[in-house]
Structure formats: structure tokens, C-alpha cells
């Protein structure tokens, strides 16, 4: 039967092993090279600084990046779709103003208040499936929309003020509740000495890479992203599909606004608006590490730590805080060069 | 050597000994090939035997290869597309949305290489464009009014959009021109344009590589043709043709093409089903269109399997009734623009059927997306397997199984065991050449990437399974892979439907022919009485 098929030849050979031994470090640098410059990185500050050895920096340094993660999973999510939600840092900063009007206004308890920011994140994720799914506007284009009308939103909730315990509110009574401690725990606490934040993080990242890497439904959105109409041609319900990436972004966005307000201990009006390009540059930085060229969860979480590494070397090296914002532009920039330039020589 | 090398003067172009490898892989072994001006050169091969490497080479994207290349006698370096165009050699390639620019006019894109090189006035001047692109179409006789030229080049239609590609390379006048499957977009009606402008190249003494898997063009246009097999130059052939030899040459078989599983070209012969030809009364060619349904000499060996009833194939054409019978392979041949992709797309769900009733199995069947459609068994092998069929990047096995994840998984888990084995099931049965099912798509030549997207619909059996344009950039030998699983299918009582607007295509797989034109059907024919000159006369009667 198909003996007809043996004097063909592939066109393309795929690359075996024996090429030449400059294309060979090539694709290592690319792979691995983020992950180098980490260590490198790494083993730098905890030479010459002793008290980058610390654990409790180290801990430190983790809990610091679990919001800008968290929210960066959210993105690797949207981008899986081919799609990115720049709303993520005003819909944590949503979060940290429902969490506090929540417990401060209404006086409730802080479960409640989980309750009520998740709702409010997978509100946000509707409402941006709403107008990219339904409405058919571009994903940057939708999220940055929503992002103004969420930071709005969250404003005309609080009548511009931030809510702290005790404060006079606009009818002129004191505010009865203020932040559980339980509530403040879930920044502040630690487990086995892990702070629970850092702990949050770690197990959405392992619920993420499984969904995304594992299951059905991650690899249905992978498809549409590379792929939207064989997507649709293949029985896949697309639409439903972005929904639930945005959806989940906007959930996972909230869960970091919960860590920040739980930080903060107060509802800052201005909470989460410095989180959405940490959030972004994460996740590109994510598609980079380990040289995959798309968006995946592992990457995410490592590129995180990376930058939180950085800055918090650099920042105990002494370097004032205003160059943060350069510093991890840099950080971005350098993978960005990773995931386009040089894959794309290696490919061509 | 070469036959027809007679005239005087040197070749246009001449290839001394070429030859390249990719990481180790030879590719080109010592090809030698003369083409004279104003000679048309047709380069057969199959998938896979360097026709792409060497058209690469010709057009400046390859540089590293070995041996030398002389343009008019004299040795040239050919080291960037650049180069190659400045010496004379133009490509046209075959997927067409590479070469034009959307959001220009028909116009600004006739002229887009002038427009493109850096000197003269940076301001576009758009009366001296059209001008200058009013002087292209009226010379090349394209028969494009100034509204045309003046409309955005989305609006135009794919074949004079092929055309006007065509045109551009040669408003430069070239010495060479390259055409790679130029027609494999194009009904036979838009292709006779293209061959009158191909004859008239000739004419001018542009000399023509033309690369094709449609014999019956290189018959009618080539004046010479070489066979490529394994990087080598295995058959060199001037007019007339011998085709059996040729095909041979090409597909490395000891014994004649022509004996083959699957039916040959041309020919109401050798039908694989021969229990299934009942002579019976042939339908009028030009049948109305409720009379023309299952009126077809229909042979009693399949139930239907789907039956429609009044649906419009195109807005404002009379609604059509057919049956699709299972057991059998039923070909829709029709140009492009018939109504072919209309019916494929709305039996899948893909672009549902505006009115009109369709039945699966005796039961309703209305599918409003492709994923109702899929529940019920009906799968569709679409006309554009880059843009609606494969995930670029994903391996062979992932490719596969993207519309069956549900039931490889186990609690949403994929179960990439059962994935991998359902990808080597698809390279074993349809003999798809990969290194192993975790080969990315994008290693596939074009034949074994289309079998990896057959191979996708056949990884759960369907009940109707429907292709269109499936033999589109395919060799011969994939070709008849494809055909010979599609007739299998349907000897285990699927519905199969192949759509394409070759005929000779339709002719080799299928036991039953439709002929479809605008959207209404005009010959619905078994066995002999769907014979080539027939169905060819009817199509170009309902034009």
C-alpha cells in the first residue's frame, strides 16, 4: 500500500543532533539562557552581599513578587488565546477597594470579603469577554477600556477616598468594621515559616501549568490562539473559550488583589495600578525563559522570580528605588530579544 | 543534451551541477538543466524532491549551495532575491496572499516593485501610477478597466489576483520566469487565462519554468519536461510527452502508473467497485434542478445517508435537492464559484444553509457550528489545510487529535499515550513520511501535511466524511494515498464527498459525479455515463 511513499523525502529535515556545534550553543543560549543569567545573577548579589544570603530575603524577595505573578498568569492565560488583558492590574486594585469597603463599611467578616472581590474579578473577566467576544473589539484594545472604567468604577465606590479603619464616611458616621485578622494573614502569615502569600502562589502555579500544559481545555486554548478558524473547524466552541481565559484572568487578578489589600491593610485607592506592567512584563518575560516562544506558566513564575530577584539585589547593592522601573524595562526588553530575535534567526 | 537546446545562442539560464544538503541531508544531487528562451520547461516531482529547494536556489533564497549558475552564458551569483530579479530571474510562488499587498489598489499593486525601490519621488503621484499600470494591463491584454485598477486588490478574485502577480513580474521583462503551481487556486476557466499569458511569454522569448501537478496543463503548455526524483534529474522529455514513462520517473514505481488501486486518469475504467455500475438511464446533462437529484442512475447498494431538500447553494440561485448515499464516494466537480465550498462548509455547520431541509440518517439535521456537526459524524477536510486546518508549531500527533481531546482525556487529563498512538495509527495508514508522530507539522511537505489533516477526520470513523479541494499542492503519490483511504472508508459504509474543480481528480476516487455550476446541479451521473468528455461538456456548457 504505500510503497510509493518511500522515494519521498521530507523537504525539511528536522534539525537532528549533529549539527554544527555554534547552532548547538545557540539553541542551548536560547533555552536556557534566562535561567543562567538568574543564577548568575543570583550567585552574584549572594556572594557580595551577606544579607542577600538571608532567607528571610530570599522569603521576602518571594512575597514581594506573588502579586505581580498571580496577575501575570492571568495574562499568560489571555495570551495563550492570542488574546492579552492589560486590565488585571486595576482589576486587583478593584479588589483591594471591594476587600476594604467589604470589611470596613459593611463590617463583614473576612471571608466575605474573598467572596466578594472574586465575584468582582470574574465580573471584570465577563465584562471583558463581553466586549472581545461578543462585542468583537481587539483584546488590548477592550481590556484598556475596561481598565480605565474598572479604575473609575473602583473611585465612584469610595467617593475617591481611601477607606481606612475608622474613618468618617460620607453620611458622617464612622466606618464600623476594620480589616479581620485573618484577613491580614493572608499576607502576613506564614506556614512552616512560608508566608502564606508565597504559598498562594506556588500552588497556583502548579494548578495553572496543569491546567495549561495538561488538560483539554488548556490545550483547546493554546489552539485558538495559534489558530482560531482550524480552532472553530475542529468543533471548538471559540468564544466560550476566550470568555473563560478572561474570566480566569480577572479571577486570578483578584486573588492578587487580596494579597495586596491584606498587605496594604487599608483600601488604597491607588492599589494595583503598578502592578498591571509588572503583570505583562512577566509574562513576556515568561514566553522567553526556556525558550518556548509562547506563553506557559513555568516561565511566568520563573520570570517573576527573576525580576524580584533583580530589584531586590540591586535595591540592597544600593541603587535607589526610582531606577526600578528602568531596571526591569531592561529585564524585559533583553527578553524580549530572546523570544523574537534570536528564536526567530534559529528557525529561519 | 537537452531536445530541445537547438536554437542558437546560449541558455537563459543554465545550472551546472547543483547540489545541496540541509544538516547533512542531501536534497539536490548534481542537477544540470539548460533552459532556452522562449521554451517552456515543466518540472515534475513529487512532493519532497527538491522542486522547492531548486526554485529557492533559482530565486536567490538559497545561496549555499553547490555548483553554478550562468544567466545568458555568463557565470552569476545569485545571493539574494535581489540579485536573481536584477539578473533577470522572476518567481512567481504558489501561495498567492504572499504576493500581494491588501489595503493598495489593484494598480499600486501592479506597480508595487517600482514603488518599492528607493529613488525617485517620495510622494505617491497617482495619476502617473495608473498611467504606468494602465500600460502594464494593456500590454499584457489583462482586460482590466481603470475601475478595476482603481479597486482595492482584496475585492478583486483570486484568479486575477494570480494574474496580476504574474503581470508584475512581467512588467520587469525578465529573462526567466519561475511559476510554481500557479493554477492550484484557479478553476479551469481562470487557468486559460493564465496558459494565454504563459503562451504569449514564450512568444517574447521569456524563457518558463513551470512547476505543476496538473499533467493536463504541462501537456498543452510545455514544450519540454524534466522529472525530479530524489534531488536528481531523472527524465528529461521534449514533446510530445510520454506520459506513462514520466509518471514512472516521478514516482519511482517498477511497474506503469497506470496500474494503480485507485482509478486512473481519464478513463471510466478499472473502477474499483465495479459491482456497483448499474448502466441505467443517464440524466439529462442539464437536468433541472429538483429532477436532477437521486435520479442518477442510482446503483441499490447504499442507504442515503444524507438527503437535502430545497437548499440554496449560492443567494438567488435555485434551491438544490441531493442525496449522499453511504458506501459510495460521490465527486462534486465544479469552477470555482460553483457552490462547491457553500455545500461542504454548510453540511459541516461551518456557514449553515440559509433554508432548506437536511436529513442525517432519516433524522433532522441542522447543525449550527462545526461542533454539532462533528457529534453526529460528519467531518470535513477543508479547502485551506494552513488557514483552517493545522496548528502551526504542534507536532503531528497534536494535530490529530485536537477535535477528539474529550475522549482521549480522563478528567480533562490529555492521555498522551492514546494521543501518540492515535498519531502513529495516521502516519501507518495513510504512509505519512515524519520522522515519528512528535515531528512538528511545519517539517511536512505539503502531501504529508494534508495527510496528517485527513488523517485528523479519520481518527474518529465518521459517518459522512467530506473533502474539499483535497488533492490542491499535492503530489501524485499522496494523491492516491488519500484516494485509496477515502474509497476504504466508504467500502466500510461511510458517506464520502469529494469536492474539487479538477475532474480528473473527482474521475480517479469517486463512483458517482456531481457537476455543479452556479450553485445548481447539472449532471448527476454513475459509472460511464460520468465519463470524462461528458462531464467536461457540461461544465463548459453551463458557463
Same mark, same amino acid.
Given at each position: 500500500?504505500?510503497?510509493?511513499q *518511500?522515494?519521498?523525502v ?9 549539527t554544527?556545534? @555554534?547552532?548547538?550553543?545557540?539553541? @542551548?543560549?536560547?533555552?536556557y539562557?534566562?535561567?543562567?543569567v ?9 556572594? *557580595? ?15 514581594? %513578587? ?8 492571568? %495574562? #499568560? ?15 486587583a486594585?478593584?479588589g483591594?477597594?471591594? @476587600? ?7 463590617? =463583614?467578616?473576612?471571608?466575605?470579603a ?5 465575584a ?9 469577554a ?15 477600556? #475596561? ?5 473609575g ?7 475617591? +477616598? ?9 453620611d ?11 484577613f ?17 502562589f ?8 496543569v491546567?495549561?500544559?495538561?488538560t ?40 492578587g488583589g487580596l494579597i ?24 513576556l518575560?515568561g514566553?522567553s525563559v526556556?525558550?518556548?516562544?509562547r ?6 513564575a520563573?520570570g517573576?522570580?527573576l ?25 524585559l526588553i ?15 | ?13 543554465s545550472?551546472?551541477?547543483?547540489g ?15 533552459i532556452?528562451?522562449g ?25 549555499d ?12 551569483a545569485?545571493q539574494?532575491?535581489?540579485a536573481?530579479? +536584477? ?13 500581494i ?11 508595487f ?11 505617491l ?5 495608473l498611467?504606468?499600470a494602465? $500600460? ?25 489576483r494570480?494574474?496580476?502577480i504574474?503581470a508584475?513580474?512581467?512588467?520587469t521583462s525578465?529573462?526567466l520566469l519561475v ?10 476557466a ?14 517574447d522569448?521569456i ?8 499533467l ?8 519540454r519536461l524534466? %522529472? ?11 514533446k ?14 517498477? +511497474?506503469?502508473?497506470?496500474a ?23 440524466t439529462?446533462?442539464h437536468a433541472g ?11 441499490a447498494?447504499? $442507504? ?7 437548499v ?20 462534486v466537480?465544479?469552477?470555482?464559484g ?12 461551518a456557514?449553515p444553509?440559509?433554508?432548506g431541509t ?22 470535513? %477536510?477543508?479547502?485551506?489545510?494552513h488557514?483552517?486546518a493545522?496548528?502551526p508549531?504542534?507536532s ?6 485536537l ?5 482521549l482525556?480522563t ?17 501507518? =495508514? ?12 511545519? $517539517? ?10 485527513v488523517?485528523?477526520?479519520?481518527? $474518529?470513523?465518521?459517518?459522512v ?5 483535497p ?22 459504509g461511510?458517506a464520502?464527498?469529494v469536492l ?44
Amino acid at each position: 500500500m504505500t510503497t510509493t511513499q *518511500s522515494t519521498e523525502v521530507p523537504t525539511k529535515v528536522a534539525p537532528p543532533a549533529a549539527t554544527s556545534p @555554534a547552532l548547538r550553543v545557540q539553541s @542551548a543560549v536560547i533555552k536556557y539562557g534566562f535561567i543562567f543569567v538568574t543564577v548568575t545573577l543570583f550567585a552574584y548579589f549572594a556572594l *557580595s552581599e551577606p544579607s542577600f544570603r538571608d532567607s528571610a530575603t530570599l522569603l521576602d524577595t518571594l512575597r514581594y %513578587v506573588s502579586v505581580a505573578a498571580i496577575l501575570g498568569l492571568g %495574562v #499568560t492565560l489571555t495570551m495563550a488565546v492570542g488574546g492579552i488583558d492589560m486590565s488585571v492590574g486595576a482589576v486587583a486594585g478593584l479588589g483591594v477597594t471591594v @476587600a476594604a469597603k467589604t470589611m470596613v463599611s459593611y463590617n =463583614q467578616v473576612g471571608l466575605v470579603a474573598i467572596l466578594a472581590v472574586i465575584a468582582a474579578g470574574a465580573l471584570a473577566g465577563l465584562l471583558n469577554a463581553l466586549l472581545i467576544v461578543v462585542l468583537k473589539i481587539p483584546d488590548m484594545l477592550a481590556t484598556l477600556g #475596561t481598565m480605565f472604567v474598572i479604575q473609575g468604577t473602583k473611585l465612584v465606590l469610595v467617593d475617591g +477616598q481611601s477607606i481606612t479603619p475608622g474613618m468618617t464616611q460620607s453620611d458622617g458616621s464612622t466606618a464600623p468594621g476594620r480589616f479581620t485578622e485573618g484577613f491580614l494573614r493572608i499576607d502576613r502569615g506564614t506556614v512552616l515559616g512560608i508566608p502564606v502569600s508565597v504559598l498562594i502562589f506556588g500552588a497556583l502555579t502548579v494548578v495553572a501549568w496543569v491546567f495549561l500544559a495538561r488538560t483539554r481545555w488548556g490545550r483547546v486554548l493554546y489552539a485558538i490562539g495559534a489558530n482560531p478558524e482550524a480552532s472553530r473547524l475542529a468543533g471548538i466552541r471559540v468564544g466560550a473559550y476566550r470568555a473563560l481565559a478572561y474570566v480566569l484572568s480577572g479571577v486570578l487578578a483578584s486573588i492578587g488583589g487580596l494579597i495586596l489589600a491584606s498587605r496594604i491593610g487599608q483600601g488604597d485607592v491607588s492599589a494595583g495600578t503598578s502592578q498591571l506592567l509588572e503583570a505583562v512584563a512577566v509574562a513576556l518575560v515568561g514566553t522567553s525563559v526556556l525558550g518556548r516562544g509562547r506563553p506557559n506558566v513555568w516561565g511566568t513564575a520563573l520570570g517573576a522570580v527573576l525580576i524580584g530577584i533583580i530589584t531586590t539585589g540591586l535595591t540592597i547593592k544600593g541603587l535607589p528605588y526610582y531606577t526600578q522601573d528602568v531596571v526591569e524595562g531592561a529585564v524585559l526588553i533583553l527578553a524580549l530579544i530572546f523570544s523574537f530575535t534570536l528564536s526567530k534567526r534559529r528557525t529561519a | 543534451m537537452s531536445p530541445t537546446d537547438t536554437s542558437a545562442g546560449p541558455p537563459a539560464v543554465s545550472l551546472r551541477g547543483i547540489g545541496m544538503a540541509f544538516g547533512g541531508k542531501t536534497v539536490l544531487e548534481s542537477v544540470s538543466l539548460d533552459i532556452a528562451p522562449g521554451s517552456v520547461v515543466a518540472l515534475l516531482g513529487a512532493n519532497g524532491a527538491g522542486k522547492s529547494t531548486l526554485i529557492k536556489i533559482l530565486s536567490g533564497v538559497h545561496t549555499d549551495h553547490s555548483g553554478q549558475v550562468e544567466v545568458n552564458g555568463d557565470p552569476a551569483a545569485l545571493q539574494s532575491p535581489l540579485a536573481a530579479r +536584477q539578473l533577470g530571474i522572476q518567481t512567481v510562488h504558489q501561495r498567492i496572499g504572499e504576493g500581494i499587498v491588501p489595503g493598495l489598489t489593484a494598480a499600486e499593486n501592479l506597480v508595487f516593485e517600482e514603488l518599492a525601490q528607493r529613488r525617485g519621488n517620495p510622494f505617491l503621484d497617482g495619476r502617473r501610477l495608473l498611467a504606468r499600470a494602465r $500600460e502594464i494591463q494593456s500590454a499584457l491584454d489583462l482586460g482590466w478597466s481603470d475601475q478595476v485598477l482603481k479597486r482595492d486588490v482584496t475585492e478583486l478574485g483570486i484568479s486575477d489576483r494570480q494574474l496580476l502577480i504574474l503581470a508584475r513580474a512581467l512588467a520587469t521583462s525578465p529573462r526567466l520566469l519561475v511559476l510554481d503551481e500557479p493554477t492550484s487556486a484557479l478553476s479551469a476557466a481562470e487557468a486559460e487565462r493564465l496558459f494565454a499569458l504563459v503562451e504569449r511569454m514564450r512568444d517574447d522569448g521569456i524563457a518558463v519554468l513551470y512547476v505543476s501537478h496538473r499533467l493536463g496543463e504541462i501537456d498543452a503548455l510545455a514544450d519540454r519536461l524534466v %522529472v525530479l526524483r530524489d534531488g536528481r534529474l531523472t527524465e528529461d522529455q521534449a514533446k510530445p510527452f510520454d506520459w506513462d514513462r514520466a509518471l514512472r520517473a516521478m514516482l519511482a514505481q517498477a +511497474q506503469g502508473a497506470q496500474a494503480q488501486g485507485t482509478r486512473t486518469r481519464g478513463a471510466g475504467t478499472a473502477r474499483p467497485t465495479d459491482a456497483k455500475q448499474g448502466p441505467g438511464p443517464g440524466t439529462g446533462s442539464h437536468a433541472g434542478a429538483t429532477s436532477a437529484s437521486g435520479s442518477a442512475s442510482a446503483p441499490a447498494s447504499g $442507504e442515503i445517508a444524507v438527503s437535502l431538500r430545497g437548499v440554496p447553494l449560492l443567494p438567488g440561485r435555485t434551491p438544490q435537492d441531493l442525496d449522499l448515499r453511504a458506501g459510495e464516494v460521490t465527486g462534486v466537480v465544479g469552477l470555482l464559484g460553483a457552490g462547491k465550498t457553500e455545500l461542504a462548509r454548510g453540511l459541516f455547520g461551518a456557514e449553515p444553509f440559509p433554508t432548506g431541509t437536511v436529513e442525517l440518517d432519516g433524522r433532522p439535521y441542522a447543525p449550527r457550528r462545526p461542533a454539532d456537526a462533528i457529534r453526529r459524524g460528519v467531518h470535513l %477536510v477543508p479547502e485551506d489545510r494552513h488557514a483552517d486546518a493545522l496548528v502551526p508549531g504542534w507536532s503531528l500527533a497534536q494535530n490529530v487529535s485536537l477535535p477528539f481531546l474529550r475522549s482521549l482525556s480522563t478528567a480533562g487529563l490529555v492521555n498522551r499515550r492514546r494521543e501518540n498512538a492515535l498519531g502513529r495509527d495516521t502516519i501507518e =495508514q495513510l504512509g505519512v513520511v515524519a520522522r515519528d508522530e512528535h515531528s512538528s507539522v511545519e $517539517e511536512l511537505s505539503g502531501g504529508n501535511q494534508q495527510k496528517v489533516v485527513v488523517g485528523r477526520w479519520l481518527a $474518529e470513523k465518521p459517518r459522512v466524511l467530506i473533502l474539499d479541494e483535497p488533492f490542491r499542492g499535492v503530489d501524485i503519490g499522496a494523491r492516491r494515498d488519500i484516494g485509496r483511504r477515502a474509497r476504504a472508508l466508504a467500502a466500510e459504509g461511510a458517506a464520502v464527498l469529494v469536492l474539487s474543480a479538477d475532474v480528473d481528480e473527482v474521475l480517479e476516487v469517486a463512483d458517482r459525479v456531481v457537476v455543479l455550476a452556479a450553485g445548481e446541479i447539472h449532471l448527476d451521473a454513475y459509472g460511464e455515463d460520468a465519463e470524462r468528455d461528458r462531464v467536461i461538456r457540461t461544465i463548459s456548457a453551463s458557463v
